[in-house]
């Protein structure tokens, strides 16, 4: 395994851990500025309503991340993922959703790879 390849699966475990701690200061450092998220039935998004939306999960975010295949493309990568996870809003009821990400990743001026696009399948389970 080369050293960037290290880097994107380091990154995914980060996006995880921080995400089941609560902590969208760390998810967003992950991300480019220019990040553009894609999931079925609304519009392209970016960091600012990624934010929002990780805001309204509430603090119980629990899963597992599996790549299933990683590309490394000069300054860009891709990752295809299987994901399971569980949020807990507050006061609401678990929802669990499961499925495939599609992510590409661009390694950026300071050396450090972050996540530029997400083409997000997960559904209900």
Request: no cysteine; hydrophobic share 40%.
């Amino acid at each position: 395994m080369t050293d960037d390849e290290s880097a994107i699966r380091q990154v995914v475990e980060t996006w995880m851990a921080a995400s089941r701690k609560g902590d969208l200061e760390t998810v967003l450092s992950l991300m480019t500025d220019d990040v553009i998220f894609m999931v079925p039935a609304k519009e392209p998004f970016g960091k600012a309503a990624l934010a929002a939306v990780f805001k309204g999960m509430g603090e119980k975010i629990d899963g597992s991340s599996e790549i299933v295949e990683l590309k490394l493309l000069g300054d860009w990568a891709y990752i295809r993922n299987r994901i399971d996870m569980t949020a807990t809003p507050p006061g609401g009821e678990p929802v669990r959703r499961s499925g495939y990400t599609l992510t590409l990743l661009r390694k950026e001026g300071d050396g450090r790879w972050r996540l530029a696009r997400d083409a997000n399948l997960l559904a209900s389970a």
